[in-house]
């Protein structure tokens, strides 16, 4: 005998509503793909001049793993027990795990399996009028992802109509409805396009612009991408536990007030704000104070370049982890802040520094 399922009558309503919603999505897209003009797009120019586009197919399929990369890549089935650093993909900038590529020539170019099959063409839903490209080379300097407003330097996709739209490859395949743990589970947040003005992220409280996710049920509840997609649990090494989200203000504070502080900035936890907590040690962190979800996150670093200014390759680096820290920069002469931005170039074997917008004047 068959088993029947019930659907309470809340829940009939949403679904309903999404596939609505759907449906609306690809009427438009095969509206706007229909009347649009041959002619323009033709006379389209490539919006980030310094990434190289694949030719966008027809039938925008998945990509070549051989086209993604000038020398010829090896794939990796399982994990070679001799490496002693984590592996970091070009493409997505997340650590990397078997199945994966390495570049026979190029000692760290790593890409996922996945990654390596990236579609040429994808239409997203914050921009549905137009198809973006994929961009396998981004410019030295990075792009700013118009989904989680961060700085990256991985693969990149790009509308070539709109000069400012460009997403990583992490806020391109983020799905258009989701659920939120820490807000209801049962409830469902669609990404939303539109400029809210005056309304604030229900997780870091800063303004919301751009494209954010707001939940159907609760109208106060919006967050932005990237708070979205903050995960459950991270790790830091100060402590020896994984870290928690937290979304509630914890009990207490120090010295019996109500005042918390984060283990790394050692600058007041404001409660209203998400942060990571460890249950056992109770100690609080920001998100921003965490690397591997910080501002700096999406940046892969490692990456040599040549200057003008130095013989050797100098290296992107962090701001915590250079050995010129206290040292003058080698264009300016002024004293090495190691970049606004958290990031510097440097040549550790002859404690050489740039900042890094001294060093983006002098690549080569």
Known sequence: MATKFYLSRRLKIRLVLFILWRLQQQARVGIRARDGSREGEAQ???SMQPLRAYASSSDGGDSDPSKIHEHPLIFHESEDVKQSYRRVCNACVQYVSPPFYSCS???DFFLHGCCARLPELIRHPAHAEHSLVLHSKAPKTGFSCRGCHLRCNGFAYSCENCDDFTLDVVCSLINPAITHKPHKSTHILFMSRSMIIDEKCSCCASILNGICYECSSCPIFKLHVRCALLPKTVRHYYDQHPLRLTTNAPEGGTNGTDEF?????????????????CSKCYQLFHV????S???????????HVRVDVHGCPVELVRRNDSVCSGRKCGSCHEALRLGDDGLAYECSNCFFGLHQNCANKHFF
């Open 44 to 46: 389209s120019v490539l």
């Open 105 to 107: 020539e190029c000692p």
């Open 261 to 277: 502080f984060c283990e790394v900035c050692e600058e007041r936890i404001d409660i209203e704000q998400w942060n990571y907590s």
């Open 288 to 291: 921003d104070c965490i690397p």
């Open 293 to 303: 979800i910080d501002q700096l996150s999406r940046i892969k670093l490692g990456s």
